[in-house]
């Protein structure tokens, strides 16, 4: 029998360490499966992604706002001063309103046609004065009535008029009552009074007053009141009296 040779041996070639390659392990290929993604999520990301990147551009002021802006300002400011200077200008002046008042009157006759139907004759010497030392008046609307206890028997308008500083004006008012009603008991009781030579009457005024100061103009209303105590007529004259103003 013959005897096989044996097998050639293999030559082994050294290799250098520096040459030594180590290869990564085999990946697994069942890889997990990735999780599913919701698209509406993934568009509200890139929503709010866009949002926080994208720079807010500032806006410019409109020129008319900052124009009106200004001239709010502007009246304010001047509104203001105008109110201070104002009121230290009165508190310094102290203006006082018109007086009204009487210095005579004459009762010139009174008689009834019937015991509720009278007739009257009554002249009131009008006093107007301006107490102001700077500050002159004008007197816009002028209207005074007589009166017997509350009963309205007479007016009479008068015409608009100025006054400067310190000034006094007499208006002569002439009431004529014809034919006036009056309730019983007033007429039985004005007949007592000019029997016992003591007439009652009346006087109301009502008045509207411009102010001027310089520039500064302003307007109020006065009431007037006076209580006149009267001889009888024919030759009634002014026994007494009081009146009194207020705005």
């Not at 015991?115 to 010497?125: A, I, K, Q, R, S």
């Not at 500064?216 to 002014?238: A, D, E, N, Q």
Request: proline share 9%.
């Amino acid at each position: 029998m013959l005897s096989l040779p044996p097998p050639p041996l293999k030559q082994t070639i050294p290799v250098p360490l520096d040459r030594i390659v180590i290869s990564n392990p085999v990946k697994n290929q069942q890889t997990s499966a990735s999780p599913k993604t919701d698209p509406d999520t993934d568009q509200n990301a890139r929503e709010v992604r866009k949002s926080i990147l994208r720079q807010p551009h500032p806006r410019r002021t409109n020129p008319f706002i900052w124009c009106c802006a200004i001239l709010c300002l502007i009246f304010s400011v001047v509104l203001i001063l105008f109110g201070v200077a104002t009121l230290i200008i009165f508190l310094s002046i102290k203006p006082r309103i018109p007086a009204f008042d009487t210095p005579n009157a004459s009762l010139n006759g009174i008689y009834f046609d019937s015991p509720e139907y009278f007739n009257g004759d009554f002249t009131f010497l009008a006093n107007f004065s301006n107490p102001n030392r700077r500050i002159d008046v004008r007197f816009e609307y002028l209207v005074i009535e007589l009166y017997f206890h509350d009963r309205l028997i007479s007016a009479q308008a008068v015409q608009p008029f100025s006054q400067r500083s310190g000034e006094n004006r007499l208006e002569a008012i002439h009431f004529i009552s014809s034919l006036v009603y009056l309730p019983q008991n007033l007429g039985v009781e004005l007949q007592k009074q000019v029997l016992s030579n003591r007439v009652n009457y009346n006087i109301r005024g009502t008045f509207r007053v411009k102010a001027n100061l310089g520039l500064i103009h302003f307007s109020y209303w006065l009431h007037s009141r006076c209580v006149l105590l009267m001889s009888s007529p024919p030759t009634g004259v002014l026994v007494s009296h009081s009146c009194k103003t207020k705005r």
